[in-house]
């Protein structure tokens, strides 16, 4: 099956908070690790939400093991506008924020209110130690180094323990790495199809009745649905790494996307297409099981 040179439409990365032991060299901190599982460009087509054309096992467990939100909206449409709302817990229009790709030139740069913090450095002072395993993509100027540790050995998110170099005291640090996240957006080619292991049947796809029924509209959705089962192929092995490193019982995983799927009614439209998302919180902490939330809810929060 031929792709041509399509952009995938998904994208998969990792931002990890984990306890930070400093100064409680005496006694062991027993705070949660925070994983979110920051999906891009997708829409709630997932077995958990009652889609049945893309198997997604992993997913589906995470919803068995936490709660799933039937009803989540995230603040904008596009991926900068909405990403500076969740990393600052404030609605982009508040600061300007909310033109896509602004503030990307020292001359255009838009500065935060003074004493505004967004949320890894929230984390930081609370004693966590932060990472970003992919993109930002945020309306405003910042330092990386002020949100995220960047000063780890190699790659902060490996299945070992690595040195934590941020206040110049080497401290162990047990963390992980998944290692089939953060490699960016895939290019469809014969690459591509080899990752989905069983790619979805276009025969079969029904699309929305708001778009037109043409082939390069079908193929284009079954695209979406191919690239959610290779995320859900990558989560499991998230999920794994984490439980064979010894992290999965103090963790707690979100899992959500920035915005809707990339297509007509979808990305960039101020529409449910554009704002409605999936979100799974599985809290592996404590024994539950699994809830729905119904609620109309606001990831800005």
């Not at 077995?47 to 009803?71: E, Q, W």
Request: proline residues 6%; contains cysteine.
């Amino acid at each position: 099956m031929a792709y041509g040179n399509k952009l995938i439409i998904l994208v998969i990365f990792v931002c990890f908070f984990t306890a930070n032991a400093i100064g409680q060299s005496s006694k062991t901190d027993t705070r949660p690790n925070i994983l979110w599982i920051y999906l891009e460009d997708t829409s709630p087509l997932l077995g958990c939400y009652g889609s049945t054309l893309v198997p997604t096992p992993n997913i589906d467990d995470l919803a068995k093991k936490g709660m799933r939100f039937t009803n989540a909206f995230m603040p904008a449409p596009v991926c900068s506008a909405s990403r500076s709302s969740i990393i600052t817990g404030v609605m982009s229009t508040t600061w300007g924020l909310q033109n896509h790709h602004s503030s990307r030139t020292p001359a255009s740069a838009i500065q935060l209110p003074k004493g505004v913090k967004t949320i890894p450095e929230l984390f930081v002072e609370a004693g966590y130690n932060t990472f970003n395993n992919g993109k930002d993509d945020y309306n405003f100027n910042y330092n990386r180094k002020d949100l995220y540790d960047q000063e780890y050995l190699q790659h902060p998110l490996y299945g070992k323990r690595g040195q934590h170099r941020t206040s110049g005291i080497k401290e162990q640090t047990t963390l992980f790495r998944p290692n089939s996240v953060g490699r960016g957006k895939e290019i469809f080619s014969q690459k591509f199809t080899e990752n989905v292991l069983s790619p979805v049947d276009r025969a079969k796809i029904e699309l929305p009745p708001y778009l037109p029924n043409h082939p390069a509209v079908i193929e284009e959705y079954a695209n979406h649905l191919d690239a959610i089962a290779i995320t859900d192929r990558k989560v499991g092995e998230i999920i794994k790494t984490l439980k064979a490193n010894g992290l999965l019982k103090n963790t707690i995983v979100f899992f959500f996307s920035d915005h809707g799927m990339r297509m007509t009614r979808h990305k960039q439209f101020l529409y449910d297409g554009g704002l409605h998302v999936p979100l799974i919180i599985a809290d592996y902490t404590k024994k539950k099981l699994k809830q729905v939330r119904y609620k109309t809810i606001s990831l800005v929060d």
